[in-house]
T-cell receptor, first 116, second 113 residues
Framework: DAGVIQSPRHEVTEMGQEVTLRCKPI?????LFWYRQTMMRGLELLIY????????DSGMPEDRFSAKMPNASFSTLKIQPSEPRDSAVYFC??????????????FGNGTRLTVT | SQQGEEDPQALSIQEGENATMNCSYK?????LQWYRQNSGRGLVHLIL?????REKHSGRLRVTLDTSKKSSSLLITASRAADTASYFC?????????????FGRGTQLTVWP
């Protein structure tokens, strides 16, 4: 398996622009997580899905952030409009429900977002 | 906060030495997991220890768990320069948060050749 695939690897955009981050989880995994990592705040959980349904979005910072999972093999995280303070590395991770009590997360390599 | 907290924040050692990192947490857990993150990459799962386990080994890794003290330690024996990375503990609280992990801020380990 290719693992969790995220795109793009790097994104540089100007303040006010819309940004869309993409994630393909490992086939067969039915939990999907979006995390944000910064030096100041560490690793923060933004939202997670189970069987394509959002379970907890309490970590989404504000209405500018939205996430969707239209099917089991694809998810997007959208920021509109983007602001400089959104600059961070955004990670997608997936895990398997059958083992969910003890299920390790599989992370993608992240998207480094820079908003100028 | 329900996050684990790693200690120390940074650790610098020579190749061949052992590296010990600690993690403390605040609430009862289902399991505790350790992850590694190389610069510019995603986190990689290393080892999982359940709440009813006290010690676990995987290659050069040894993890202990003391639920009475709400703490865990990760020992890397005979360290190598390639072990240089950040190490995170993550707690699984189970129950209604099943599947979700709470991550600490990490320990940055540097192993000098």
């Amino acid at each position: 398996d290719a693992g969790v695939i995220q795109s793009p690897r790097h994104e540089v955009t100007e303040m006010g622009q819309e940004v869309t981050l993409r994630c393909k989880p490992i086939s067969g995994h039915d939990y999907l997580f979006w995390y944000r990592q910064t030096m100041m705040r560490g690793l923060e959980l933004l939202i997670y899905f189970n069987n394509n349904v959002p379970i907890d979005d309490s970590g989404m910072p504000e209405d500018r952030f939205s996430a969707k999972m239209p099917n089991a093999s694809f998810s997007t995280l959208k920021i509109q409009p983007s602001e400089p303070r959104d600059s961070a590395v955004y990670f997608c991770a997936s895990s398997l429900a059958e083992l969910r009590e003890n299920s390790p997360l599989h992370f993608g390599n992240g998207t480094r977002l820079t908003v100028t | 906060s329900q996050q684990g907290e790693e200690d120390p924040q940074a650790l610098s050692i020579q190749e061949g030495e052992n590296a010990t990192m600690n993690c403390s947490y605040k609430t009862s857990i289902n399991n505790l997991q350790w992850y590694r993150q190389n610069s510019g990459r995603g986190l990689v799962h290393l080892i999982l220890i359940r709440s009813n386990e006290r010690e676990k080994h995987s290659g050069r890794l040894r993890v202990t768990l003391d639920t009475s003290k709400k703490s865990s330690s990760l020992l890397i024996t005979a360290s190598r320069a390639a072990d240089t990375a950040s190490y995170f503990c993550a707690t699984d609280l189970g129950g209604s948060t099943l599947g979700r992990l709470y991550f600490g801020r990490g320990t940055q380990l540097t192993v000098w050749p």
